[in-house]
């Protein structure tokens, strides 16, 4: 059964550090999200990303966070500086989009520690 | 913005019962809802997705109920067994994003 990938499975950085966490969606799928849960908190939206570009952000989604496929299997999020705020799981989801359905598979997720 | 409440927070009862999960939402604009099973420091598996135009969806023994009118989501789970123990997540779609309830955690005692 297809499945939504991750690497790494954890990564401890320091702070003002740039991360990169990547993402292998399910091949056929077209659209692409970011996701992260602090500990203890709710799952939160970050980003969708559809035909190359964003299609929505949060507000948590700032100057320091960026998206990008590089190719056609790979989906990357960028944190630019790392702050000890954004220590969190980070879940990287995707959806063939279509309308009305759209059940979002998830990844087994990014544990991202700030030092 | 829309706001996703669960209830109850946490849930424990002996194995063989009858698990009943609740789920609320304020705006009943939604393409679909999907219900989660997330495991201690893992990710999440999709279990349901309802459709805005159903009011119910089983998969083996779950059941989930949805009244869009109202905010409401109900999850079934029947015979309950020691490996359900996890926590429950609830999710709304709107505009192709995910917005979450905090999720009710489930202890199933054998």
């Known amino acids: 059964e297809p499945e939504v990938t991750q690497t790494p499975s954890h990564q401890v950085t320091q702070m003002g550090q740039e991360v990169i966490l990547r993402c292998v969606p399910i091949?056929?799928?077209?659209?692409f999200y970011w996701y992260r849960q602090i500990l203890g908190q709710k799952v939160e939206f970050l980003v969708s990303f559809y035909n190359n570009e964003i299609s929505e952000k949060s507000e948590i989604f700032d100057d320091q966070f960026s998206v990008e496929r590089p190719d056609g299997s790979n989906f990357t999020l960028k944190i630019r500086s790392t702050k000890l705020e954004d220590s969190a799981m980070y879940f990287c989801?995707?959806?063939?989009?279509?309308?009305?359905?759209?059940?979002?598979?998830f990844g087994p997720g990014t544990r991202l520690t700030v030092l | 913005k829309q706001e996703v409440t669960q209830i109850p927070a946490a849930l424990s009862v002996p194995e063989g019962e009858n698990l009943v999960l609740n789920c609320s939402f304020t705006d009943s604009a939604i393409y679909n809802l999907q219900w989660f099973r997330q495991d201690p420091g893992k990710g999440l598996t999709s279990l349901l997705l309802?459709?805005?135009?159903?009011r119910e969806q089983t998969s083996g023994r779950l059941n989930a109920s949805l009244d869009k009118s109202s905010g409401r989501s109900t999850l079934y789970i029947a015979a309950s067994q020691p490996g359900d123990s996890a926590t429950y997540l609830c999710?709304?779609?709107?505009?192709?994003?995910?917005?979450f309830g905090a999720g009710t955690t489930v202890t199933v005692r054998a």
């Open positions: 999710a709304v779609s709107t505009d192709y994003k995910l917005s």
């Open positions: 309802i459709q805005s135009s159903q």
């Open positions: 989801a995707s959806s063939n989009g279509l309308a009305g359905v759209n059940e979002q598979f």
């Open positions: 091949s056929n799928h077209l659209y």
